[in-house]
DNA sequence: AAATCGGGGAG
DNA sequence: CTCCCAGATTT
């Protein structure tokens, strides 16, 4: 931390004027509801990902009255491979809060965007100083890598200790900020991160902050920051019932509302053959061992590896006793994409159903 | 403080 | 393969 009259904010700023990105979507235009939706999206989510993405969402629930008036399950087709499916529920429901609470606008309030579900005090401070140019910091992942290198912050970022340190540093910069640019500098923190001092082989060549870096000027912008301590992943396993109907539609089954993949459609899963054999059994009947074993699709989730082995049947009809219900549907393949359905799941089902 | 939540890009 | 990213929420 230095002196309020530090530079770093007009170094990133006259770097953003040159080399930033000023063509994005959201920038144009840069009204609150299309930051709020960039900023959701760009959670753990690079922009060369995110963006055709956007580009759809927006074009079909272009603001926050038609996105709190669309079923959840259009939500989710939207947001389907993008992840963190958690995001796409959030903001369906902030959006609904926003119609009550205010009068269906994002509301230019710090306390009252942090009391919507899916925005925390980055996103907050990313929608107001974007959409309004308030003098507001933001600390993502990008943010703080470039703050752990130019005050040399020691310790892993994801501990509350070096995140506290890393905010004191940012609120400390906005005094530098000029006024009526507080949008371009939250934007060319975010730029200046991705592309120029970005985790691997940094440009600090090209970088407008050479004099300002301390990692630099002791050496250690390839030991900055700090990584994340070390942990082995545990592997779990689980078999997906891959059933087909003498119409080639497949048996989706909704997810339910909490753990992975909640609220998505995907396919029947069971932990051992017992309880597939079983599963099997209550909604068809015969013919278990017709399967057709299929090649296992690997998952990897941050905190653990999920191998999902397919058994594919054709021509099934459930039992009567089994109602085709809210929870368990009979889907053709022209209706996969509106579907929630995770990646791996649709990849698989686009590949068997293909022929 | 630690765990949870996905997918993809990049080395 | 490994790491980790435009984080927030829950426990």
């Given amino acids: 931390m230095r002196a309020p009259d ?8 006259r770097w953003f004027d040159v080399a930033g990105r000023h063509d994005l979507p959201w920038q144009h235009p840069r009204t609150p509801y299309r930051v709020w939706l960039s900023e959701i999206m760009l959670q753990q989510t690079q922009v060369r990902v995110a963006l055709p993405y956007f580009e759809r969402f927006v074009d079909a629930l272009p603001d926050v009255r038609a996105l709190s008036a669309a ?37 230019r309030d710090f306390d009252a965007l942090l009391a919507l579900p899916g925005i925390g005090r980055s996103t907050a401070g990313a929608i107001l100083s974007q959409a309004w140019g308030d003098r507001i910091a933001i600390l993502d992942g990008n943010v703080k890598r470039v703050l752990c290198r130019v005050h040399a912050v020691d ?6 200790a070096v995140e506290k340190r890393l905010w004191a540093v940012a609120d400390a910069h906005l005094a530098g900020v000029p006024e009526g640019r507080m949008a371009d500098y939250t934007q060319a923190q975010m730029d200046f991160g991705a592309t120029l001092c970005t985790r691997h082989d940094p440009a600090c060549v090209l970088c407008p902050l050479q004099d300002e870096c301390t990692a630099l000027r002791t050496g250690r912008v390839g030991e900055l920051p700090t990584p994340r301590p070390g942990k082995p992943l545990p592997e779990r396993e689980a078999l997906a019932l891959l059933l087909r109907d003498a119409e080639d539609r497949v048996l989706l089954l909704r997810r339910p509302p909490t753990g992975i993949w909640a609220a998505l459609w995907s396919l029947p899963e069971h ?19 017709d399967a057709e ?9 941050t905190h653990y590896r999920l191998t999902l082995r397919p058994l594919a049947w054709h021509g099934v009809s459930l039992g009567a ?22 990646a791996p799941v649709r990849s698989l089902l686009e590949r068997v159903l293909r022929a």
């Avoid at 530090?6 to 700023?13: C, E, M």
């Avoid at 310790?155 to 509350?160: A, C, D, E, I, V």
């Fill in 6 to 13: 530090d530079r770093f904010a007009t170094r990133v700023l």
């Fill in 71 to 107: 079923p959840l399950d259009q939500v989710l087709a939207l947001w389907s491979g993008l992840g963190y499916y958690a995001r796409a529920r959030n903001l369906h429901a902030a959006a609904r809060l926003c119609v009550e609470r205010h009068g269906g606008e994002v509301p």
């Fill in 155 to 160: 310790g892993w970022p994801g501990t509350p």
């Fill in 271 to 289: 932990a051992d053959r017992e309880g597939a054999r079983d599963w099997f059994s209550r909604h068809v009947g015969t013919g278990y061992d």
């Fill in 293 to 301: 074993a299929l090649e296992p699709i690997a998952h990897a989730f």
């Fill in 321 to 342: 006793a089994v109602r085709d219900d809210g929870d368990l549907r009979w889907v053709a393949r022209a209706d996969l994409p509106a579907l929630g359905i995770p």
